[in-house]
């Protein structure tokens, strides 16, 4: 049989050459690329997934170094590595002023060694009515106060486990006043608590008065 070649003929031909050009360039080259391409796309979303997760991670690292840091800075506040004996004395007379009662005495002791700790003891002497007395003692135990895990510290931690009242104060000279004498206890780090320290006993003549002798008590 005689098949001639036409001009249509030959441009069908022509075109199913092509499209099996197109295909086979489709299945060797194109096909194989988008295949590795959508394998990358999934490596490329799961590293980044990684790298998300990394920075969440350090952020996390990152609060929680800054919040033992915060801790650390409060226990030392509360709890330091020595007596300081001059900055318990100021936060005494701070807490009286602002509770309106007056200081008469007060009578350091040498440092009780404890399980981790060490305790400083004062025998502390004060004047005043009895909710400026009541004023003063919470003020100084609100210095340090602990919520859960966490420390706030604005000064000493100090505990007060009794008081002994008396009626009839010297210094007003008035019928509510009262002269209460309370042991107060602050503490300091194990850094000191094996070594107890003998420190000289102190007098406050008055609220916003703390002798030349009381500032030489401590650091």
């Known amino acids: 049989m005689d ?16 499209i099996l050009v197109i295909v086979a360039g489709w ?19 799961a590293a980044q997934s990684q790298l998300t997760v990394a920075l969440a991670r350090e952020r996390t690292l990152r609060r929680e170094q800054h919040l033992r840091a915060v801790q650390l800075s409060a ?7 020595d007596v300081q004996m001059s900055t318990i004395l100021r936060q005494l ?56 895990q966490k420390v706030r510290a604005s000064g000493r931690l100090f505990s007060i486990p009794s ?3 008396a009626g009839g104060g010297a210094g007003t000279g008035t019928s ?5 004498t309370m042991p107060i206890n602050a ?17 406050a003549t008055s609220a916003g008065t703390i002798p030349p002798s009381a500032a030489a008590a401590g650091p």
């Open 3 to 18: 098949i001639r070649l036409t001009p249509r003929i030959a441009a069908v031909a022509g075109t199913v050459v092509v």
């Open 27 to 45: 299945l060797l080259l194109v096909s194989p690329q988008r295949s590795t391409a959508s394998k990358l796309g999934t490596e490329i979303e």
């Open 75 to 81: 226990l030392t506040k509360a709890m330091p590595t």
């Open 93 to 148: 007379v701070a807490s009286s002023a602002a509770a309106g009662v007056r200081i008469n005495s007060i009578a350091p002791q040498p440092v009780i060694p404890g399980n981790g700790y060490g305790t400083v003891p004062l025998s502390v002497t004060v004047e005043g009515r009895y909710f400026g007395i009541m004023n003063f003692a919470h003020l100084l135990r609100m210095r340090t106060d602990v919520h859960g």
């Open 163 to 165: 008081m002994e009242f």
């Open 176 to 180: 509510n006043t009262l002269v209460v």
């Open 187 to 203: 503490f300091v780090s194990s850094a000191v608590a094996a070594t107890p320290t003998t420190v000289p006993g102190v007098t």
